[in-house]
């Protein structure tokens, strides 16, 4: 039985060179190169051992310097309207993604891309090691836009085709769900993430894309989200995110 005084959860612990990491210290690969330099130490004592388990309390510290420990990880929603950029920074001085998110203080950066043109949801996060998960290919998380096209009514042929498979320059694109919304608009889920790839699927099956816009991420849907608004995602949707990106396929984060 637990004490009723005894903290609800523990303080966790991570491997010292995570912890670094999440600290803001340096990348992960870096901060094992401090620690075998023999820079870092937990509790008073040089620790060259990168594995061993750390947590807030443990007084880590740089080159003498105390670690406040990892930063809160937060994850945002933005629905993105058209004519943001989804880059960090952007040479033509357009507005970025993340002008349009409180960080905070926050070194945050966004989930993969969107097209300058697409608006719909985008996720922003300063955890780096979840951002690359949710877009890599292996873990196929699926994602829906609606599509607006030109090109006529869309045909029972083109969503089939859609579905089944589209032949595009850099390869064939995988099965995807495909659904008329009406005569010249479609919803579209695909578990990939290549360069302008609902545009080219489009545009491969005689309906050139007018206005595209992506609804769901995952979990995830912008659900009433207005144009150009954010709000932080809750633990339990960050929390499904996580398990997506721990899958079959993954491991802990
Ligand atoms: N597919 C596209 O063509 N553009 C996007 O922005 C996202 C997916």
């Given amino acids: 039985m637990v004490a009723a005084d005894a903290p609800a959860h523990p303080p966790a612990t991570v491997r010292l060179a995570k912890f ?9 690969r870096s901060a094992e190169t401090l620690i075998a330099a023999g820079r870092v130490s937990v509790g008073g004592q040089i620790v060259t051992d990168p594995a061993r388990d750390v947590g807030p309390d ?10 406040a420990g990892p930063e809160p990880r ?12 989804s880059t960090v920074r952007d040479t033509h001085g357009r507005t970025t993604v993340l002008e349009l998110v409180p960080a905070d203080g926050l070194r945050l950066y966004p989930v993969g891309r969107l097209d300058v043109d697409t608006s719909g949801l985008i996720l922003l996060t300063n955890d780096g ?9 292996r ?3 699926p994602k829906t836009y609606r599509a607006k096209l030109g ?3 869309v045909s029972r042929d083109a969503l089939e085709a859609l579905r089944s498979g589209v032949h595009l320059e850099d390869g064939i694109t995988a099965p995807a769900q495909a659904r008329r919304v009406s005569a010249h608009e479609i919803e579209l889920t695909i578990r990939e993430g290549r360069n302008r790839q609902v545009r080219r699927m489009c545009k491969a099956v005689g309906h050139p894309v007018l206005a595209l816009e992506r609804t769901r991420f995952g979990p995830l849907a912008l659900a009433g989200l207005e144009l150009g608004a954010c709000r932080r995602l809750g633990e339990a949707e960050a929390e499904r ?4 990106a721990c899958g079959p396929a993954g491991g802990a984060l």
């Fill in 74 to 85: 937060v994850l945002y929603m933005l629905n993105k309207p058209p004519g943001v950029v």
């Fill in 151 to 153: 090109g006529g009514s």
């Fill in 241 to 244: 995110l996580r398990a997506l």
């Fill in 20 to 28: 670094l990491a999440h600290a803001g210290v340096a990348s992960r």
């Fill in 58 to 67: 443990s007084g880590v510290t740089v080159d003498g310097k105390a670690l």
């Fill in 129 to 137: 090691e979840l951002a690359n998960r949710l877009i890599h290919p």
């Fill in 139 to 141: 873990f196929q998380v």
